[in-house]
């Protein structure tokens, strides 16, 4: 069972649409980040949520955390194919740091 | 360029031997976590390692095993390999043992046994 799960798996959408992805637990959460992969590279911490109801912004990225500090969204607006990648959430956890298996973004242009 | 660095990128070996993957990490971090990715399972945590000591363990095969050094490099030994070895292995490195998943990764190690 994993412990984060992120959907869609797959989303391939055309430039300048809007898309949301989603990271869900059923355990709470302290904070989770948000990280990008890109093929043969290492991930890339984009942003760190903490608060229940915590919203960050970076430029076209929001990112959001769940009240219950259980869940976490990333919203992309006016997508561009710069933002392709591999989306992980992560999360603290017995002093694990657990990954999901990632959302693999497409931006067609 | 997160500061972290891994080496070997890429190494090709043959079932039942073994292999030492090495990573340095950000100047001034203390701590040290490996992983491996294979496209099915995602980022797997293996281990980590805090100041040398070992602080918190994941799903690490008995095959594998890890340390720190006190330069704080670490190396993550793999042996008696098997196909299903075959993966990225990637090192992060986090200033002390974190309460959040702030982790800046190394290029990764791809592994690829035959």
């Known amino acids: 069972t994993q412990l984060l799960e992120q959907s869609p798996q797959f989303l391939s959408i055309q430039e300048g649409e809007n898309l949301t992805v989603y990271c869900n637990s059923s355990?709470?959460?302290?904070?989770l980040q948000w990280y990008r992969q890109e093929p043969g590279e290492g991930p890339v911490l984009l942003v760190t949520?903490?608060?229940?109801?915590e919203v960050k912004k970076l430029k076209r990225l929001t990112f959001q955390f769940g009240d219950a500090r259980k869940d976490s969204s990333l919203h992309i607006t006016a997508a561009q194919p710069g933002d392709t990648g591999l989306y992980l959430c992560?999360?603290?956890?017995?002093?694990?740091?657990?990954f999901g298996k990632g959302t693999r973004l497409h931006i067609l242009p | 360029d997160s500061g972290v660095t891994q080496t070997p990128k890429h190494l090709i070996t043959a079932t039942g031997q073994r292999v030492t993957l090495r990573c340095s990490p950000r100047?001034?971090?203390?701590?040290v976590y490996w992983y491996q990715q294979s496209l099915d399972q995602g980022l797997q945590f293996l281990i980590q390692?805090?100041?040398?000591?070992?602080?918190a363990k994941g799903n690490i095969l008995e095959r594998f095993s890890a340390q720190q050094f006190p330069d704080l490099h670490s190396e993550l030994n793999l042996s008696s390999l098997e196909l299903g070895d075959s993966a990225l292995y990637f090192c992060a490195s986090s200033v002390a043992a974190p309460k959040t998943g702030e982790l800046f990764f190394g290029e990764g190690s791809r592994l690829t046994v035959l």
């Open positions: 992560a999360g603290a956890r017995d002093d694990k740091i657990i």
């Open positions: 355990s709470v959460f302290s904070s």
């Open positions: 390692y805090y100041n040398g000591e070992e602080r």
């Open positions: 949520v903490v608060t229940g109801g």
């Open positions: 100047s001034g971090d203390l701590s």
